[in-house]
């Protein structure tokens, strides 16, 4: 069944997104992107450039038998004919229909300086260039969009030749003339008058594509499509050269949500969050956590004003249900933390304390006071927890009775750690010894030994991340650290926080709570 077309979701991660810096998709990086673009509902994926280059020519060979799909149409990127030569002897044109996409997207000059200066042609050929290669593609059956690059620039110029080629361009058959910020120097206001001008001129069908260089790539792209653009090219993530492209995980929701645009399929917009970072994840760049609608923080609430409101209603400070893009809402513990904020985040772990005030009062002063100390628990949720338990009285599965390490460089500059730590467990105790290759990894290593002997399935708890940040930096070597240790069991994985003078120490009591909520995770 066919995508309506009132309204197009162009995606180029895979050609403009891939010029931001750090990012190298191989041919099989490139299928898995389209794979999750598609079945987050988007109508096109731009593949890249066929011909250009032999990555892009593979993908597109590649992609007839190992890309099956159900949303979108692939796209193939490309130039008009060159200047003098006949569009049927172009070697790039016949590559575009080669690669055996339906829709061709034409990148075409609009900017009058741009054709004489760069192209080194006269705009009259120019035009024809247009011409001919649309309605060269049209004739083999590719549908076609032309990408009107500089026009934002070239238009201020000159208004009227940008204008000319977009009308040359629907004439010969293209479908859509998008409009392209390519510097990326607009803003909303003049990205709202120079389309609802053209549009008024041409009568031509409109698409936007917003570089991001003033910060304004989505509004700009909002404003286009409230002067009647409907066809928005955007990124995941926002990649793209230099500061990037607008965000096609924050323009979608915006579109369905705020304009009431439907432009993906049904129930799709609930995947927002997990095709996001998916696509991050293959890039090789850490998510975002402050990116709007699919950052973890974009519903992080930290202020105890906001989360005594929230508790009577959450929308009150929720511009939407998280949900709704696949997010969740998050109460940040710290020292701005009042009742309601220990309230609302002991529920999100599952402790009910509304009937509780008590600990809840016990809670909030050891959060302000720990906080004044250093310590800080956004990012620690199970140290948190740890507090929680305390406040309520609740026993921990074991006592640390000391613990030591010894790190000895002999003669010949071979470094050896050793630590030791004596627990108590139901009464026992246990006296381990391990090396590693660092104080903190050989005291981690020997306190999960003493552990195991009476709780073996906590043989899978590992260590996955370890940051130091020094908190008073003007004390030099003797400066309060603070240390954030992540740790996981295979399955799911948890933050823990310690802070004391000595960074071992600071380490230990991260550690320390790491096994311990590793304890609590089994006896539930």
């Not at 917009?269 to 850490?286: D, Q």
Request: aromatic content about 6%; proline content about 3%; hydrophobic content about 45%.
């Amino acid at each position: 069944m066919p995508r309506p077309d009132e309204f197009h979701v162009y995606d180029t991660t895979l050609r403009d997104g891939a010029q931001r810096e750090g990012i190298s998709y191989s041919v099989a990086d490139k299928l898995a992107v389209a794979r999750l673009l598609d079945d987050y509902g988007v109508g096109f994926i731009e593949g890249g450039w066929p011909g250009a280059l032999p990555k892009d020519t593979e993908f597109f060979e590649r992609a007839r038998t190992e890309l099956s799909l159900r949303n979108a149409e692939l796209v193939a990127f490309g130039a008009t004919r060159k200047a003098g030569v006949k569009v049927q002897a172009d070697a790039q044109v016949k590559a575009l229909l080669d690669s055996q996409a339906p829709v061709v997207t034409l990148v075409a000059k609009s900017d009058v300086r741009h054709v004489v200066e760069a192209l080194r042609t006269d705009l009259d050929e120019n035009l024809a260039m247009v011409q001919d290669t649309v309605g060269f593609l049209v004739a083999e059956g590719r549908r076609v969009f032309v990408d009107m690059e500089h026009f934002f620039d070239g238009y201020g110029h000159d208004r009227d030749y940008g204008v000319r080629l977009l009308v040359a361009a629907a004439e010969a058959g293209a479908s859509v003339g998008v409009l392209c910020d390519t510097n990326g120097g607009m803003l909303p206001h003049g990205v709202f008058e120079v389309v609802t001008d053209v549009l008024a001129r041409t009568g031509v069908r409109l698409g936007i594509h917003c570089q991001d260089d003033t910060g304004c790539a989505i509004a700009n792209t909002m404003s286009a499509v409230e002067a009647g653009a409907t066809h928005v090219q955007c990124t995941a993530n926002g990649y793209g050269e230099r500061t990037g492209n607008a965000d096609l995980f924050v323009v979608v929701p915006n579109l369905q949500l705020k304009l009431g645009i439907p432009c993906l399929p049904d129930g799709r917009l609930a995947e927002t969050v997990r095709i996001s970072h998916a696509i991050a994840e293959i890039a090789n760049i850490a998510p975002n956590t402050h990116q709007p609608y699919a950052g973890w923080a974009s519903f992080a609430h930290k202020a105890g004003l906001h989360a005594s409101a929230l508790k009577v209603n959450a929308s009150l400070y929720n511009h939407i249900d998280p949900a709704v893009v696949g997010n969740e809402q998050n109460v940040l513990v710290t020292e701005m933390a009042g009742r309601a904020s220990i309230e609302l985040k002991g529920a999100e772990l599952g402790h009910d304390l509304a009937g509780q005030p008590d600990v809840v009062s016990r809670v909030v002063e050891q959060v302000k006071s720990l906080e004044a100390e250093g310590w800080t628990f956004e990012a620690a949720d199970a140290s948190f927890e740890l507090l929680i338990l305390d406040a309520q009285g609740v026993d921990v599965a074991f006592e640390v009775e000391s613990w030591r390490t010894i790190v000895e460089q002999d003669a010949d500059g071979k470094v050896k750690t050793e630590a030791t730590v004596k627990v108590r467990i139901n009464g026992d105790r246990i006296i381990s010894t391990a090396e590693g290759n660092g104080p903190v990894n050989a005291l981690d290593r020997a306190m999960r030994r003493a552990i195991v002997q009476v709780y073996p399935d906590l043989d899978s708890l590992r260590l996955v991340d370890y940051k130091v940040r020094i908190l008073d930096e003007k004390s030099g070597t003797g400066a309060k650290t603070r240390v954030l240790i992540g740790t996981s069991d295979g399955v799911d994985a948890w933050s823990t926080v310690g802070v004391h003078e000595n960074v071992i120490a600071a380490s230990w009591r991260a550690l320390e709570d790491a096994v311990k909520y590793g304890l609590l995770r089994r006896e539930r």
